[in-house]
DNA sequence: AAGATGATTTTCT
DNA sequence: GAAAATCATCTTT
């Protein structure tokens, strides 16, 4: 599975030093638009702390779900599992499927609609020897590609369903902006497939998966 | 109480 | 490219 790297990876985008002075995003920063907020949050910075671990990586890619269409979890039916998906922006929705694999999603919108943005893919920044115990050894640039992935090198499970990214010990941080942000539809759905809802920069951090892009 | 489903990953050919 | 693995949640008895 040791996949040949071609060229040697870049050096981190951003430094331990800029990891620990980033700000959280403010709750405004989610109360918007769900394909706007997936779009800028591209770049940011998700820092899970663990005792005296700091895991952290920058969101390469990003996917916008919302109750008017059918891929959401919260289509037609609201369920005790999407119920925080109807509170206050700026909170962690984590869910698990296909046996084994737990979801990071950021609760966005007004109260009482459903919407969210599903990380998929983390640059790796700080902790990545904590994150390679996680994930069986595996290099650098399979840590956190995939929202499978990223949940388990980062250690986020059920616990943090609901947890405030504002503030806590899982937090979303502001960083500049990447460029050029690619445009596609979303993966790994059945539903509403056209959407061009999926968000991301190119690089070796990103999900293989299959999807169209928009221009 | 049982069956279907899945915003995935891995491993196979 | 295809399929199995695997279990919380939801839907249907």
Redesign the pocket.
């Known amino acids: 599975?040791l996949q040949t790297r071609k060229r040697p990876l870049p050096p981190a985008s951003l430094s331990a030093t800029e990891v620990r002075a980033a700000k959280p995003l403010p709750r405004a920063f989610y109360a918007r638009d769900v394909a706007t907020v997936a779009r800028e949050l591209v770049g940011k910075i998700v820092v899970h702390r663990t005792g005296r671990t700091v895991l952290a990586g920058r969101i390469v890619e990003t996917?916008a779900?919302e109750q008017t269409e059918p891929?959401?979890?919260?289509y037609?039916?609201r369920?005790?599992?999407?119920?925080v998906?109807y509170g206050r922006p700026g909170h962690a929705?984590v869910?698990?499927?296909?046996?084994?694999?737990w979801?990071l999603?950021v609760v966005t919108g007004p109260v009482d609609f459903?919407a969210?943005?599903?990380i998929?893919?983390l640059e790796p920044l700080t902790g990545i020897t904590t994150m390679r115990s996680h994930?069986?050894g595996?290099p650098v640039q399979?840590l956190m590609?995939?929202?499978?992935?990223?949940?388990?090198a980062m250690a986020i499970d059920?616990r943090l369903?609901g947890a405030d990214l504002t503030r806590g010990t899982l937090t979303v941080r502001d960083a500049p902006s990447l460029s050029p942000i690619r445009v596609s539809t979303?993966?790994?759905?059945?539903?509403a497939v056209d959407l061009p809802w999926r968000f991301f920069v190119e690089g070796p951090y990103v999900?293989?998966?299959?999807a169209r892009l928009v221009p």
């Not at 369920?79 to 119920?83: A, D, F, G, Q």
């Not at 979303?186 to 539903?191: E, P, S």
């Open positions: 599975m996917e779900y891929a959401c979890h919260a037609e039916r369920t005790p599992r999407v119920e998906l929705y869910y698990f499927t296909y046996g084994s694999h979801m999603n459903a969210a943005v599903l998929r893919a994930r069986g595996q399979e590609r995939g929202p499978g992935k990223l949940a388990q059920a369903n979303r993966i790994g759905i059945t539903k999900s293989r998966g299959r």
